[in-house]
C-alpha cells in the first residue's frame, strides 16, 4: 500500500468516478484502474461495487476510507512540522572578539535579523584560548575570532579575509620620528595590551621575543577602547586590529608606528565543530556571514 494508492482511493470516492478523478490527480484513467485494482490485490476485496457506469463503495471499502483518510491527514501534517523545522528559528550562541562583533561583524547580524527574526542570537566574549574548548564541549555553536590559520581536524575553518593589524601609538611618542619600526626598538618599551587569552597579542608577543625585545612594562585590559585611551594618554605602545583605531588614526589621536618587522599573518576565521548539528538558523548564518564577507573581500 503506497501514499499515492491511497490519495487516489480517497479522490475516486469524493469524485465517485474514475474519470473525474483522473482528471483531477492528472493521472490517466488507465492509472487510476491500475491503483485501485492494486489496493483491492493488497487487502483481498473489492473496494467498490461497479453498476455499469455507476461506483459505489463496498462495506469494506468504506472502512479503508475512514482509515485513509486519517493516515493521509497525519501524513500532511508530518510533512508541515518538517517543513516548519527547516525554517531558521531557535537559539544562535556565537563567540566572538570584541573588535569584530563592533566593527566587522554588524552587517552579518542586521542582514540575519531581518531575514530571520524569530532566531535569538546570544554573543559571547571569551578569550581565544576558550574558543576551541567550547566548541568541543557544545556550549557554543559557532566562533569568530582572530588568529594566525591553523588546521585542526576535528573543527571545519572558513578563513574570511585577513585583518590588518596597527602597532598604535601617542603622536607624541619617541618613536613616532621613526621611517620604520623593527621588533628591536620595542625593546624597554612600555605595552599596553588586550588579555592573556588574546591570539593577536600572543603573535605580538612571540614576534618580540624571537627579536630579543623585552618590553620595560605591560599594561593589560580587556577592553580595546580602554587601550586606546590609555596609549593616547601615552602610557605605552599598543597593539590592536586596524579597523578598531580607524576613526582615532584619522583625527590624529594615535598614530599607527610604521612597522617594519614580520608580517602578522592574522585572518578573520569562522571556525564549527565538524559534528555539529548544522540546523537551519547555524546554517543561515554561516551562509550570510560567508555572502558578506566574499561581498565586502
Keep these: 500500500m503506497e501514499f499515492r494508492q491511497l490519495k487516489t482511493f480517497v479522490t475516486v470516492v469524493k469524485m465517485l468516478s474514475f474519470t473525474k478523478a483522473a482528471n483531477e490527480l492528472g493521472y490517466a484513467q488507465s492509472t487510476i484502474t491500475n491503483q485501485i485494482q492494486a489496493l483491492e490485490e493488497e487487502f483481498a476485496t473489492m473496494l467498490f461495487e461497479r453498476l455499469g457506469k455507476q461506483i459505489k463503495l463496498t462495506k469494506d471499502g468504506e472502512h479503508l476510507y475512514a482509515y485513509a483518510k ?22 544562535l ?4 572578539a570584541e573588535s569584530l562583533c563592533t566593527h566587522r561583524l554588524p552587517e552579518v547580524f542586521k542582514t540575519f535579523r531581518a531575514r530571520y527574526p524569530k532566531v535569538e542570537i546570544n554573543i559571547r566574549f571569551d578569550t581565544c584560548n576558550d574558543y ?27 578563513i574570511l579575509f585577513e ?18 619600526v623593527m621588533p628591536q626598538d620595542i625593546n ?56 578598531t583605531v580607524k576613526q582615532e588614526l584619522t583625527t590624529q589621536q594615535l598614530i599607527s608606528l610604521p612597522w617594519a618587522g614580520p608580517p602578522f599573518n592574522i585572518k578573520t576565521q569562522l571556525i564549527y565543530h565538524k559534528e555539529k548539528w548544522i540546523s537551519p538558523a547555524l546554517r543561515a548564518f554561516i551562509d550570510i556571514t560567508l555572502e558578506t564577507f566574499n561581498k565586502t573581500n
Design 70 to 91: 486519517q493516515i493521509l491527514k497525519l501524513s500532511d501534517e508530518a510533512k508541515d512540522l518538517i517543513s516548519s523545522s527547516l525554517i531558521p528559528k531557535g537559539s
Design 163 to 180: 585583518e590588518p593589524m596597527a602597532v598604535i601609538a601617542a603622536p607624541n611618542h619617541p618613536l613616532a620620528k621613526k621611517t620604520h
Design 132 to 158: 576551541r574548548n567550547h566548541l568541543r564541549k557544545n556550549t557554543i555553536d559557532i566562533v569568530l575570532f582572530l588568529d594566525v590559520p591553523f588546521n585542526e581536524t576535528d573543527l571545519v575553518t572558513h
Design 93 to 96: 550562541t556565537i563567540c566572538t
Design 188 to 243: 624597554e618599551q612600555a605595552l599596553v595590551l588586550t588579555d592573556l587569552g588574546c591570539s593577536y597579542r600572543r603573535i605580538f608577543e612571540s614576534i618580540l621575543a624571537q627579536a630579543g625585545a623585552k618590553p620595560a612594562s605591560i599594561l593589560t585590559f580587556s577592553s580595546n577602547e580602554v587601550i586606546k585611551k590609555f596609549v593616547g594618554d601615552g602610557w605605552g605602545i599598543g597593539f590592536l586590529p586596524q579597523v
